[in-house]
């Protein structure tokens, strides 16, 4: 067989989809830093096994880089440390572009737009004495509201934003906006009757996008045209219906 016809064949023998990780095994993988309770962005199924917005429009973009992506969970506080000293590669988290996190990591091109809300009972206004902001700890929410000298209140997960204003822990919560409507879709929660405030700080909304690691800065060009892609062929629209009510793009 000629080296042409061998080149054909192995070219041809690589499977089209390999969102799931099924390269070969020499094939190094990339690291995907992912939140897994942050409904319906990220989180576990009844299964167990990871999805929501986010995590499949990796998944997606993976396939059409054709690389194997292995996905880690880690808590939005871990996000920025571990991708900025190179111990993983992308992080498949909706992220606003702020200051600090310029200097520390690179960003992949906008999957969805996203604004901040403000929840809290009427007459609970943002900046008010002794009222306490639940928010997510190292989110753009929280730097936001320690920049205003609010007195805040941080949880682990998006998961776990309603349980302060429940027990009235915190008076008030700050989230984006996708988050505040998983929020409403718990009964305890939405029986507080919360009013809810846009904020129109620019540190609190507009494009976000997948961070990638400062080590790594030849992904951006790929994954930047792997988006286009599944904006192209359906793919996003397809998930995006999936997990959402409202088109993001």
């Not at 879709?185 to 990638?212: H, M, W």
């Given at each position: 067989m000629s080296r042409a016809a061998l080149v054909f064949l192995l070219c041809c023998a690589l499977p089209a989809s390999l969102g799931s990780g099924a390269l070969a095994a020499d094939e190094p993988a990339l690291r995907v830093l992912v939140l897994d309770n942050a409904p319906p962005m990220s989180f576990r199924d009844e299964s167990g096994q990871l999805t929501g917005f986010s995590v499949e429009?990796?998944?997606?973009?993976?396939?059409?880089?054709?690389?194997?992506?292995?996905?880690?969970?880690?808590?939005?506080?871990?996000?920025?440390?571990t991708l900025s000293q190179g111990k993983a590669d992308i992080a498949a988290v909706g992220l606003l572009e702020t200051p600090e996190r310029r200097t520390r990591m690179l960003f992949a091109k906008p999957y969805y737009r996203s604004m901040s809300l403000w929840l809290a009972r009427s007459g609970v206004s943002p900046g008010q004495a002794g009222v306490k902001v639940a928010v997510v700890g190292g989110s753009a929410q929280e730097a936001?509201?320690?920049?205003?000298?609010?007195?805040?209140?941080?949880?682990?997960?998006?998961?776990?934003?309603?349980?302060?204003?429940?027990?009235?822990?915190?008076?008030?919560?700050?989230?984006?906006?996708?988050?505040?409507?998983?929020?409403?879709?718990?009964?305890?929660?939405?029986?507080?009757?919360?009013?809810?405030?846009?904020?129109?700080?620019?540190?609190?909304?507009?494009?976000?996008?997948?961070?990638?690691?400062?080590?790594?800065?030849?992904?951006?060009?790929?994954?930047?045209?792997?988006?286009?892609?599944?904006?192209?062929?359906?793919?996003?629209?397809?998930?995006?219906?999936?997990?959402?009510?409202?088109?993001?793009?």
């Open positions: 429009i990796a998944r997606a973009v993976c396939s059409e880089m054709r690389v194997n992506c292995a996905f880690d969970v880690v808590t939005q506080s871990a996000l920025l440390p936001y509201g320690r920049k205003q000298g609010w007195e805040m209140h941080p949880v682990a997960t998006h998961g776990e934003l309603g349980a302060p204003l429940v027990s009235g822990e915190a008076q008030a919560v700050l989230v984006p906006m996708i988050t505040g409507i998983s929020l409403q879709k718990n009964e305890a929660f939405r029986q507080l009757d919360l009013a809810t405030t846009v904020l129109q700080a620019p540190e609190l909304g507009g494009d976000a996008s997948f961070g990638i690691s400062p080590y790594r800065p030849e992904l951006q060009k790929e994954i930047n045209a792997a988006l286009d892609r599944i904006k192209r062929n359906g793919t996003y629209d397809r998930i995006n219906s999936r997990f959402l009510p409202f088109r993001v793009s």
